[in-house]
Each structure stands twice: as structure tokens, then as C-alpha cells.
């Protein structure tokens, strides 16, 4: 089989670690998620899609580490804090008043993480009536590692479609849709269950249809049909 490159389809599973302490910060074995105490039920478990070179899914260090990789391969890779979250900003550290934060419903123990406006932060003293707040990423200054197994490699234009959909829009029945590809033209007929129950739903025919365009060169025209049935 060849070695994969650019712009491939996989299926892939992965554990994003903190080298060093092990700590799991994210994973697609539910068992995993469940030993490292960050188990979610809203979350979906198992494979992941990878489309390699968009990093918009993935850490570009990521897609540069599996170009040239095979199926069933497992590799790790590590990124350093430049790539990810950088280094410890001091002027990220606060000194906030404990009045103003009780007035919020806020107790300022230390240790415990708080939201303050659009930030979060972690309480690192809170002495008299100053506290000091860092606000800056929980992982600022780490090394991530990415623990990674190539599960499957995505051929033809309808299945990759699919996945894509699938990705895009988390939790349908593909067996709902009617994908019909005909190059320059693709058209995605949506059921009745979606086109009335996601208020979202446009915004994510604009990100399909987006993604549609960067990864079907010949396509020229991505078509939209809500369908109703009575």
C-alpha cells in the first residue's frame, strides 16, 4: 500500500498525553478516558477522521509526523510548547480584589479554577483581600505527545463524503442523506429531522460545503436539498 501523503483520508486513534507526567489531557478509548478520570458521555468515542495537511483538525506537527507513515502503523510524536500553548505569560497573572469576586458568587480558595469575563484561571494565593489569579493556559509550557495508530486509509469519492459529512455533522444517520456526486456537482439531500431541529444547520452547510471545495479539486457546485416527506 503507499506510504500516505498530503491530503488523505484516515481513520485514526489517538491519547494526547503530557510528556513527562502522563497526564491525559484527551482520547478516543473510552476506557482510557474513564482510568484518566475525563470521561464525558457527550463526547463520541472510537476512530477519529484525519484529512492529513488540514490543521485545522490536527496540530500541524501532527500532519507533518504521519506523511510517509502506513496503515496499522502506531507512532508517537511530541510537540513542544512553541507549537502549542507557548510559555508562561507573567502579565497572565492577576491581582484581583476578594470583594469584587465574592460579589460574583466567586470563593477564592486556592488551587480552584474560576471564570472571570471571557477568561479562566486558577487561584495561586488569595491573602487578605488580594488574590492572584493565573490566567494563563493549564498546559503553558508543556510538551504535548500525541500516541497515534493509523487505522484505515479512506478511498472513493462517495465514502470519503461521507466521512466528511459525518465529521462535519456529529450524530446523524448517514442513512438518512442522499449524496450524489457527479464531479462538478455534489448534491446532499438533508432529511427532515435535521433541516428542522439544527439551528446551526446553515453555518454547517457553509463548513461542508468549505471542506467539500478544499478536498474535491473537480467539484464546482455543492447543492443543498431539504427534504420533506408527508
Known sequence: MAKIKIGDFLKI???????????????????????????????????????????????????????????GEKF????????????RDPSKIKLLGRKELVAKNIIPEVGRQIQWGNQTGVVLSAVGGRVRVDFNHPLVGQTIEYKVEIIEKITGAKKKLEVLIDYLLPGVDLKTFSIKNEKEKITITMPEEITTKDLYLQFRKIRIATEINKNFPDCKEVLFIDSFKF
Do not use: H, W
Request: glycine share 8%; no cysteine.
Open 76 to 87: 508517537k510524536v511530541s510537540i513542544p510548547p512553541e507549537d502549542t500553548f507557548g510559555q
Open 13 to 71: 486513534s489517538f491519547t494526547l498525553v503530557v510528556k513527562g507526567s502522563g497526564q491525559v489531557i484527551e482520547t478516543t478509548d473510552e476506557k482510557i478516558a474513564q482510568k484518566a478520570n475525563i470521561f464525558d458521555e457527550k463526547n463520541s468515542y472510537g476512530q477519529r477522521l484525519m484529512i492529513v495537511g488540514n490543521d485545522e483538525m490536527y496540530l500541524k506537527k501532527l500532519n507533518e509526523s504521519i506523511v510517509g507513515k502506513d496503515v
